[in-house]
Protein backbone atom coordinates (compact mmCIF):
# COMPACT_ATOMS: atom_id res chain seq x y z
CA UNK A 1 0.00 0.00 0.00
CA UNK A 2 0.89 3.02 -0.99
CA UNK A 3 2.44 5.79 1.98
CA UNK A 4 0.31 8.77 2.22
CA UNK A 5 3.10 11.87 1.58
CA UNK A 6 3.72 14.46 4.18
CA UNK A 7 3.45 17.52 1.83
CA UNK A 8 0.90 20.57 0.95
CA UNK A 9 -0.45 18.36 -1.87
CA UNK A 10 -1.60 15.45 0.30
CA UNK A 11 -5.11 17.15 1.03
CA UNK A 12 -5.64 16.39 -2.60
CA UNK A 13 -4.85 13.04 -2.75
CA UNK A 14 -8.27 12.08 -1.69
CA UNK A 15 -9.95 14.30 -4.45
CA UNK A 16 -7.45 12.44 -6.89
CA UNK A 17 -8.15 8.50 -6.46
CA UNK A 18 -7.50 7.24 -9.57
CA UNK A 19 -9.06 3.52 -9.61
CA UNK A 20 -8.54 3.31 -13.49
CA UNK A 21 -6.27 5.22 -16.05
CA UNK A 22 -7.05 9.00 -16.21
CA UNK A 23 -6.19 10.98 -19.18
CA UNK A 24 -5.32 14.96 -19.05
CA UNK A 25 -3.93 17.07 -21.48
CA UNK A 26 -1.04 19.94 -22.26
CA UNK A 27 -1.29 22.23 -25.15
CA UNK A 28 1.89 22.33 -27.26
CA UNK A 29 2.43 25.57 -28.78
CA UNK A 30 5.90 26.50 -30.10
CA UNK A 31 7.01 27.20 -25.98
CA UNK A 32 8.93 24.30 -25.38
CA UNK A 33 11.08 25.79 -22.42
CA UNK A 34 8.24 26.23 -20.35
CA UNK A 35 5.99 23.02 -21.61
CA UNK A 36 8.74 20.51 -21.20
CA UNK A 37 10.22 21.29 -17.90
CA UNK A 38 6.66 21.76 -16.28
CA UNK A 39 5.54 18.46 -18.21
CA UNK A 40 8.49 16.70 -16.63
CA UNK A 41 8.25 17.99 -13.44
CA UNK A 42 4.31 16.93 -13.02
CA UNK A 43 4.98 13.44 -14.49
CA UNK A 44 7.75 13.11 -11.99
CA UNK A 45 5.11 14.53 -9.53
CA UNK A 46 2.72 11.90 -10.24
CA UNK A 47 5.17 9.09 -10.19
CA UNK A 48 6.33 10.48 -6.56
CA UNK A 49 2.40 9.87 -5.49
CA UNK A 50 2.57 6.22 -6.49
CA UNK A 51 0.89 6.72 -10.58
CA UNK A 52 2.23 5.17 -13.51
CA UNK A 53 2.69 7.94 -16.28
CA UNK A 54 2.49 7.60 -19.98
CA UNK A 55 3.16 10.81 -21.96
CA UNK A 56 1.52 10.40 -25.45
CA UNK A 57 3.72 12.77 -27.31
CA UNK A 58 2.06 14.40 -30.41
CA UNK A 59 4.96 16.42 -31.59
CA UNK A 60 6.98 13.31 -32.13
CA UNK A 61 5.96 11.01 -35.29
CA UNK A 62 5.53 7.13 -35.03
CA UNK A 63 8.18 5.29 -37.87
CA UNK A 64 9.23 1.29 -37.50
CA UNK A 65 12.07 2.25 -35.97
CA UNK A 66 10.46 4.35 -33.42
CA UNK A 67 7.44 2.65 -32.64
CA UNK A 68 4.14 4.34 -30.37
CA UNK A 69 0.61 4.79 -30.25
CA UNK A 70 0.03 4.45 -34.22
CA UNK A 71 1.33 0.91 -33.74
CA UNK A 72 -0.89 0.40 -30.35
CA UNK A 73 -4.15 1.20 -32.43
CA UNK A 74 -3.27 -1.49 -35.21
CA UNK A 75 -1.61 -4.12 -33.23
CA UNK A 76 1.85 -4.48 -34.39
CA UNK A 77 3.09 -3.41 -31.32
CA UNK A 78 2.20 -4.13 -27.47
CA UNK A 79 1.63 -2.34 -24.87
CA UNK A 80 4.92 -1.53 -22.36
CA UNK A 81 4.93 -4.32 -19.36
CA UNK A 82 3.83 -3.31 -16.28
CA UNK A 83 6.67 -2.32 -13.90
CA UNK A 84 6.90 -3.15 -9.77
CA UNK A 85 7.77 0.59 -9.47
CA UNK A 86 5.77 3.52 -10.63
CA UNK A 87 7.64 4.89 -13.75
CA UNK A 88 6.84 7.44 -16.51
CA UNK A 89 7.12 6.76 -20.22
CA UNK A 90 6.81 8.77 -23.68
CA UNK A 91 5.00 6.97 -26.11
CA UNK A 92 5.54 8.87 -29.74
CA UNK A 93 1.70 9.77 -31.05
CA UNK A 94 1.69 12.33 -33.66
CA UNK A 95 0.25 9.62 -35.96
CA UNK A 96 -2.09 7.86 -33.74
CA UNK A 97 -3.86 10.65 -32.06
CA UNK A 98 -4.46 11.81 -35.65
CA UNK A 99 -5.95 8.92 -36.51
CA UNK A 100 -8.19 8.92 -33.24
CA UNK A 101 -9.51 12.42 -33.98
CA UNK A 102 -10.42 11.43 -37.45
CA UNK A 103 -12.73 8.62 -36.01
CA UNK A 104 -14.75 11.32 -33.86
CA UNK A 105 -16.77 12.66 -36.14
CA UNK A 106 -18.61 9.66 -36.73
CA UNK A 107 -18.34 7.61 -33.26
CA UNK A 108 -18.15 8.44 -29.93
CA UNK A 109 -14.92 9.45 -28.02
CA UNK A 110 -12.28 7.09 -29.15
CA UNK A 111 -9.55 8.20 -26.95
CA UNK A 112 -11.80 7.16 -24.16
CA UNK A 113 -11.53 3.37 -25.36
CA UNK A 114 -7.85 3.25 -25.49
CA UNK A 115 -7.64 2.39 -21.05
CA UNK A 116 -6.75 -1.24 -22.16
CA UNK A 117 -3.35 0.23 -23.39
CA UNK A 118 -2.44 1.32 -19.79
CA UNK A 119 -1.53 -0.40 -16.34
CA UNK A 120 -4.52 0.46 -13.92
CA UNK A 121 -4.12 3.37 -11.67
CA UNK A 122 -2.18 5.34 -14.27
CA UNK A 123 -2.40 8.97 -15.40
CA UNK A 124 -1.92 9.71 -19.06
CA UNK A 125 -1.01 13.14 -20.18
CA UNK A 126 -1.55 14.38 -24.00
CA UNK A 127 1.25 16.42 -25.17
CA UNK A 128 -0.25 17.67 -28.61
CA UNK A 129 -1.02 21.03 -30.39
CA UNK A 130 -4.39 23.11 -29.84
CA UNK A 131 -5.96 21.24 -33.24
CA UNK A 132 -5.17 17.87 -32.25
CA UNK A 133 -6.39 18.36 -29.08
CA UNK A 134 -10.01 20.12 -29.49
CA UNK A 135 -11.67 17.03 -31.22
CA UNK A 136 -9.99 14.59 -29.18
CA UNK A 137 -11.47 16.22 -25.88
CA UNK A 138 -14.42 18.19 -26.78
CA UNK A 139 -16.97 16.97 -24.69
CA UNK A 140 -14.80 16.23 -21.55
CA UNK A 141 -14.17 18.13 -18.45
CA UNK A 142 -10.55 18.06 -19.13
CA UNK A 143 -8.44 21.17 -18.60
CA UNK A 144 -5.65 20.87 -20.53
CA UNK A 145 -2.41 23.04 -19.05
CA UNK A 146 -1.75 26.15 -21.40
CA UNK A 147 1.56 27.69 -20.44
CA UNK A 148 2.38 31.80 -21.18
CA UNK A 149 6.06 32.63 -20.66
CA UNK A 150 8.36 35.49 -20.88
CA UNK A 151 9.62 33.58 -24.56
CA UNK A 152 9.43 36.16 -27.50
CA UNK A 153 6.73 34.12 -29.58
CA UNK A 154 4.84 32.49 -26.43
CA UNK A 155 1.97 35.47 -26.27
CA UNK A 156 1.38 34.78 -29.53
CA UNK A 157 1.01 30.92 -30.07
CA UNK A 158 -0.29 30.81 -26.21
CA UNK A 159 -3.12 32.78 -27.34
CA UNK A 160 -4.23 31.34 -31.10
CA UNK A 161 -3.73 28.01 -28.89
CA UNK A 162 -6.48 29.47 -26.00
CA UNK A 163 -8.83 30.96 -28.90
CA UNK A 164 -9.27 27.65 -30.68
CA UNK A 165 -9.72 25.80 -27.29
CA UNK A 166 -12.35 28.08 -26.46
CA UNK A 167 -14.44 28.42 -29.80
CA UNK A 168 -13.69 25.27 -31.24
CA UNK A 169 -13.78 22.81 -28.64
CA UNK A 170 -15.53 24.72 -25.42
CA UNK A 171 -12.53 23.67 -23.58
CA UNK A 172 -11.52 25.59 -20.55
CA UNK A 173 -7.31 25.33 -20.15
CA UNK A 174 -5.80 25.61 -17.00
CA UNK A 175 -3.22 28.79 -17.69
CA UNK A 176 0.00 28.07 -16.17
CA UNK A 177 2.32 31.38 -15.98
CA UNK A 178 6.01 30.26 -15.82
CA UNK A 179 8.08 32.75 -14.75
CA UNK A 180 12.15 32.32 -15.49
CA UNK A 181 14.49 31.71 -12.65
CA UNK A 182 15.48 34.65 -12.44
CA UNK A 183 11.82 36.26 -11.76
CA UNK A 184 10.74 33.36 -9.12
CA UNK A 185 11.22 35.79 -5.96
CA UNK A 186 10.31 39.51 -7.77
CA UNK A 187 7.68 42.00 -6.72
CA UNK A 188 4.10 40.79 -7.29
CA UNK A 189 3.80 43.23 -10.05
CA UNK A 190 6.79 41.53 -11.78
CA UNK A 191 5.26 37.96 -11.22
CA UNK A 192 1.59 38.82 -13.73
CA UNK A 193 4.59 40.14 -16.40
CA UNK A 194 4.18 37.10 -18.46
CA UNK A 195 0.66 36.25 -18.70
CA UNK A 196 -0.82 40.01 -18.38
CA UNK A 197 -0.42 40.28 -22.43
CA UNK A 198 -2.76 37.24 -22.67
CA UNK A 199 -5.41 38.04 -20.10
CA UNK A 200 -5.22 41.17 -22.17
CA UNK A 201 -5.45 39.83 -25.04
CA UNK A 202 -8.38 37.38 -23.92
CA UNK A 203 -10.53 39.89 -22.36
CA UNK A 204 -9.95 42.11 -25.20
CA UNK A 205 -10.92 39.82 -28.06
CA UNK A 206 -12.40 36.59 -26.63
CA UNK A 207 -14.24 38.18 -23.76
CA UNK A 208 -12.62 35.61 -21.38
CA UNK A 209 -11.15 36.36 -18.23
CA UNK A 210 -8.02 34.33 -17.76
CA UNK A 211 -6.77 33.36 -13.86
CA UNK A 212 -3.38 31.78 -14.52
CA UNK A 213 -1.61 29.68 -11.91
CA UNK A 214 2.35 31.33 -11.37
CA UNK A 215 4.91 28.73 -11.14
CA UNK A 216 8.91 29.46 -11.50
CA UNK A 217 10.38 27.66 -14.18
CA UNK A 218 12.35 24.66 -12.24
CA UNK A 219 16.14 24.19 -12.52
CA UNK A 220 17.64 21.87 -14.40
CA UNK A 221 17.43 18.38 -11.62
CA UNK A 222 15.30 20.44 -9.14
CA UNK A 223 12.54 18.37 -7.71
CA UNK A 224 8.78 19.02 -8.45
CA UNK A 225 7.72 21.93 -6.38
CA UNK A 226 4.74 22.17 -3.76
CA UNK A 227 2.78 24.34 -6.25
CA UNK A 228 3.43 22.03 -9.56
CA UNK A 229 2.11 19.08 -7.25
CA UNK A 230 -0.52 20.89 -6.13
CA UNK A 231 -1.13 21.47 -10.43
CA UNK A 232 -0.76 17.77 -11.16
CA UNK A 233 -3.40 16.48 -8.54
CA UNK A 234 -5.57 19.62 -9.79
CA UNK A 235 -5.60 18.35 -13.32
CA UNK A 236 -6.82 14.74 -11.85
CA UNK A 237 -10.37 15.90 -10.66
CA UNK A 238 -11.18 17.10 -14.23
CA UNK A 239 -9.38 13.62 -16.48
CA UNK A 240 -10.95 11.80 -18.52
CA UNK A 241 -11.41 8.42 -17.53
CA UNK A 242 -10.12 5.89 -19.96
CA UNK A 243 -12.72 2.42 -20.48
CA UNK A 244 -10.62 -0.66 -19.58
CA UNK A 245 -13.59 -2.70 -20.45
CA UNK A 246 -12.10 -3.87 -23.87
CA UNK A 247 -8.96 -5.56 -24.78
CA UNK A 248 -7.32 -7.08 -27.54
CA UNK A 249 -6.80 -10.59 -28.45
CA UNK A 250 -3.92 -12.52 -28.67
CA UNK A 251 -4.84 -13.44 -31.86
CA UNK A 252 -4.99 -9.91 -32.85
CA UNK A 253 -1.02 -9.71 -31.91
CA UNK A 254 -0.19 -12.94 -32.98
CA UNK A 255 -1.23 -11.37 -36.71
CA UNK A 256 2.03 -9.35 -36.68
CA UNK A 257 5.31 -12.04 -36.08
CA UNK A 258 7.21 -8.64 -35.44
CA UNK A 259 5.44 -6.76 -33.54
CA UNK A 260 7.98 -4.20 -30.58
CA UNK A 261 7.15 -3.53 -27.54
CA UNK A 262 7.10 0.33 -26.82
CA UNK A 263 9.74 1.50 -24.58
CA UNK A 264 10.95 4.52 -22.98
CA UNK A 265 10.59 4.47 -19.03
CA UNK A 266 12.46 7.64 -17.13
Known amino acids: MRERPNNQAAGLLDLAAIPSPKLTAMVA ?7 LPLLLRMCAAWVGFGYPVTVLDGTVRESADNPGLEQLLDYSCAPAPQSDAPSWTVVPAAW ?39 PLLQGSKVRPVLTVSTAKA ?28 QHAVSSQAGTQTASTGLRDYAKYFLDYEVNALTIPAPGADESPSASTERLALGLLENA ?17 PQAVT ?3 SH
Open 154 to 181: SLLTSYLALKRLLLKGRLEPTIVNVLPP
Open 29 to 35: HGDEQAE
Open 240 to 256: MPLDLRWTPTTRSFSMH
Open 96 to 134: GLQTLASKLQNERNALADTGWMFPHESVVMVYSNAQTLV
Open 262 to 264: VTG
